[in-house]
């Protein structure tokens, strides 16, 4: 799509694991937009960081979308009715966080997980933000607003997509980070 609009940028799809074919300090931005959501494990999720690290210019950004956990028992457990199944299956620890199974497509996150591995790769946050907030717990509603109210559901989000205490219950959180 970026070529046939005539940006000029440059996109590449690959393996977040292996991004042999660049070399180090290639990129100004690196966005790790999906990835993360389907490593299920810490080690490959960390790989997957250093990866975008190594390719990322001293001072560049990377860019590290999750899907956060507690949205995903409340949506999924609560909401829709599968958390004793969930709890059977093993898939929560005792602290509720989801642990996917080898069948599962979405890997969850609390924010301690990322900043864990943050620290781990040695990335520096610039800021975490939240781009649906807590209002995916709500989507109907959102969905059924007029336009008039919809620009001030917009408002809002802007207003508290840094928020720290909303970070975790969102259903996704955007990392922006500097090597």
Do not use: W
């Not at 292996?18 to 810490?42: A, C, I, Q, V, W």
């Not at 975008?52 to 956990?69: C, D, W």
């Not at 599962?104 to 301690?112: C, N, S």
């Amino acid at each position: 799509m970026l070529k046939a609009k005539g940006t000029g940028v440059k996109a590449f799809q690959g393996n977040a694991l292996k991004l042999r074919r660049f070399e180090d300090n290639s990129f100004d931005l690196t966005l790790l937009f999906g990835p993360m959501y389907h490593l299920k494990t810490y080690e490959e999720q960390l790989q997957a960081l250093l990866e975008a690290k190594r390719v990322t210019r001293p001072g560049g950004y990377i860019l590290v979308a999750y899907v956060m956990n507690e949205y995903a028992f409340l949506a999924y457990g609560i909401k829709e009715g599968h958390v004793l199944e969930n709890i059977a299956e093993g898939k929560l620890d005792e602290a509720y966080h989801v642990r996917p199974g080898a069948d599962d497509l979405y890997a969850f996150m609390r924010t301690e997980d990322i900043e864990a591995l943050n620290e781990a790769a040695g990335v520096r946050r610039v800021q975490i933000i939240s781009p649906d907030g807590p209002a995916n717990h709500m989507r109907r509603e959102v969905n059924a607003l007029s336009e008039e109210q919809f620009a001030a559901f917009i408002q809002y989000q802007l207003a508290v997509c840094e928020r720290a205490d909303l970070l975790g219950a969102s259903a996704h959180t955007v990392d922006i980070l500097q090597k």
